[in-house]
Structure formats: structure tokens, C-alpha cells
């Protein structure tokens, strides 16, 4: 298995993941060409985040996406995980374990990196068992969300 820096030749490979991803973790359908340029967007604009990969073989079997979030507290940047997808042939293999612990090692080498956090959706007890194996805590904050594009904007409540 090879762990990797993504490049723009793996920009349609991530971007049929994510619409995987969310079609199995949130029943949700995402337009193929939104998701194709938010990929895309990430590519090309390092300062967004990137994406590593698995492969075996040559193939691309998985991915995760880093984004940074400044935290003002710490002094330095959290890392977001995020769109993490292992193609399901190559599930209970290690390639999430090789991903993460490649991404961990290289957060805790740098210096301005606080560390890393993800959100996982309440039912994915899955993921959730995953990430305890993997040393991760369950947080003490909630997410809150306004989604302006798969759930369009809306008049705010009069308070």
C-alpha cells in the first residue's frame, strides 16, 4: 500500500468517492459536477486543505480530505478530517489505519498544528467504533449547521 499526497489526476476518483460516501453515511445524492469542482477547488487552492490517498496496486481505493480551522486558543491550526472513503473491497484492510497514522505522524511533526478533529453523523457507530480504535475522543461540542446548498437558504427566525 502506498499513502499519498492527492494530485488534480486523482480529482474524479475523490470526487465518485464523496458522492459514495454520502449516499451510504447520509442517504444524500450530491450533484456529480458541484462535487467534481469543490474537489477540483481543493486541488488547486492549497490553502483550502488537500486530500491523501491509499493505493494498492496502483489503484486509488481511499481517500481523506484535511481542512484547517485557526484556533486561537492553541496558537495554531486544527486539522479537519474529512471526506474519509475506503472503497468497500478494501474495507477492515488498514487502509484508513495507514491514512490516518500517515496524517498523524506528519500533524505532530509540524509545529503549528494543534491537532486533528472530524465529525462523523450520530448513526454511523461504524466509523464512530473506528475512530475510538484509532485513539480519537468523542468531543464536548455539538455541530450546528445553516447548508445553503444542499438545503438552500432560508428567512432567519424572528427572535
Known amino acids: 500500500m502506498n499513502i499519498r499526497s492527492a494530485n488534480i489526476n486523482d480529482a474524479s476518483k475523490i470526487a465518485h468517492f464523496n458522492q459514495m460516501m454520502a449516499l451510504e453515511t447520509e442517504e444524500k445524492t450530491l450533484d456529480p459536477e458541484t462535487v467534481a469542482k469543490g474537489v477540483e477547488a481543493v486541488l488547486t487552492h492549497a490553502d483550502r486543505g488537500f486530500y491523501t490517498v491509499a493505493e494498492i496496486n496502483g489503484e486509488v481505493v481511499g481517500c481523506v480530505m484535511i481542512?484547517?480551522?485557526?484556533?486561537?486558543?492553541?496558537?495554531?491550526?486544527?486539522?479537519?478530517?474529512?471526506?474519509?472513503?475506503?472503497?468497500?473491497?478494501?474495507?477492515?484492510?488498514?487502509?484508513?489505519?495507514?491514512?490516518?497514522?500517515?496524517?498523524?505522524?506528519?500533524?505532530?511533526?509540524?509545529?503549528?498544528?494543534?491537532?486533528?478533529?472530524?465529525?462523523?453523523?450520530?448513526?454511523?457507530?461504524?466509523?464512530?467504533?473506528?475512530?475510538?480504535?484509532?485513539?480519537?475522543?468523542?468531543?464536548?461540542?455539538?455541530?450546528?449547521?445553516?447548508?445553503?446548498?444542499?438545503?438552500?437558504?432560508?428567512?432567519?427566525?424572528?427572535?
Open 67 to 159: 481542512t484547517y480551522e485557526w484556533s486561537d486558543w492553541r496558537n495554531g491550526n486544527i486539522w479537519w478530517i474529512q471526506s474519509v472513503y475506503v472503497d468497500a473491497r478494501h474495507r477492515k484492510t488498514g487502509v484508513f489505519r495507514a491514512m490516518y497514522e500517515h496524517l498523524y505522524k506528519q500533524a505532530a511533526a509540524t509545529e503549528d498544528i494543534a491537532g486533528m478533529r472530524l465529525y462523523v453523523d450520530k448513526t454511523n457507530t461504524a466509523a464512530q467504533a473506528v475512530y475510538r480504535k484509532m485513539g480519537m475522543n468523542l468531543a464536548r461540542y455539538d455541530i450546528y449547521e445553516v447548508d445553503f446548498v444542499l438545503e438552500g437558504a432560508k428567512d432567519l427566525p424572528k427572535i
